[in-house]
């Protein structure tokens, strides 16, 4: 939208100053007008032609065309109104629903931090399946810490919802589990996106199963152990928006990390502690998210 929306623009103020013809056979022979973005658009009264210069400019550009019809597909043109200045309007319609979402915006502080995640957060009590935004230039443990600062201011709790000393452990994981905890690339001070994570924190069949069991299930349903770091956001964000409660219900789940289980305590928030993965069966889950290798 943005590109489209530029690329309108500059050639219509172009076409709209007093050399705006001789400025649009260049713009038509690839001559450079990047400075033409500075410009505000114009009326299309401000030059003659202006609007069939455009249009001319459009017609020979199909993938232009086709986009601006769909856009306007089902609007009327007033008799007021021109070809271009319908386009244009709907276009600024169109970027101002799309203009900088909240969960591209990079939060300003811990507390906007743990609001913006907060805001983004669903569960689907039903299919069990949570979801929410990573804001963009935060890394998992900075959210954890926020969380952990949020849920005891906001909601009163004398502990936190992720164990702060088990919080160390999250961000060593892609240096000691690299083959199960990867190195996130796109979150952090750097990242450029934000980052939707959809988890289902208790999947339904995996209960009270060794963790190759547990693997069946997942994978029949299209899922993969869930990234621990996940795990414990999720039930974090669950925690901090409904008043503490347990998006675990108690339960200990596997994650991608073999040989350790999360837990949810009521008295230290989310532990990490070591579990196996053969033997331990009585109460352990698994956490499941969308696997990118079972996608068609």
């Known amino acids: 939208m943005e590109e489209l929306k530029g690329h309108l623009e500059a050639v219509a103020a172009y076409a709209a100053i007093t050399n705006g013809v001789e400025l649009l056979e260049q ?18 009264q401000d030059a003659p032609n202006t609007n069939n210069l455009v ?3 459009l017609e020979d550009n199909e993938s232009l065309m086709s986009k601006l019809r769909e856009l306007t ?29 909240e ?19 669903e569960y689907d009590p039903n299919t069990g399946v949570s979801k929410f935004v990573m804001p963009r230039g935060v890394t998992d443990v900075q959210l954890m810490r926020a969380l952990n600062v949020y849920f005891r201011k906001h ?25 199960y905890c990867k190195i996130r690339e796109n979150s952090g001070p750097s990242s450029k996106l934000s980052r939707t994570i959809t988890i289902t924190a208790l999947v339904s069949g995996t209960t009270n199963k060794s ?21 414990a956001l999720a ?19 596997r ?14 928030g989310v532990v990490v502690k070591g579990f196996n993965d053969v033997n331990d069966f009585n109460g352990v889950a698994a956490s499941g998210s969308p696997s990118p290798e079972l996608k068609n």
Request: charged content about 35%; some cysteine; hydrophobic content about 35%.
């Open 255 to 268: 994650s991608s990390v073999p040989g350790v289980a999360l837990f949810p305590s009521l008295f230290s």
């Open 155 to 179: 909601l009163g709790f004398k502990r936190d919802a992720i164990f702060d000393d088990d919080v160390a452990w999250f961000e060593e994981c892609p240096e000691k589990y690299p083959e």
């Open 211 to 231: 963790r190759d069991d547990q693997e069946k299930v997942l994978k029949a349903a299209g899922l993969s152990f869930s990234d621990p770091r996940d795990i």
């Open 27 to 44: 713009k038509r022979a690839g001559g450079h007008i990047s400075l033409a973005k500075k410009i505000v658009w114009p009326t299309l």
């Open 103 to 121: 969960e591209d915006k990079v939060p300003d502080n811990d507390e906007e931090m743990a609001e913006m995640a907060l805001q983004s957060y």
């Open 55 to 57: 249009l001319e400019y």
């Open 73 to 101: 597909t089902d609007s009327v043109k007033s008799d007021e109104q021109t070809d271009v200045e319908l386009y244009m309007k709907h276009l600024e319609a169109a970027l101002e629903q799309k203009e900088e979402p």
């Open 235 to 253: 039930v974090a964000l669950h925690a901090c928006k409904n008043n503490g409660e347990d998006l675990l219900k108690g339960n200990w789940v």
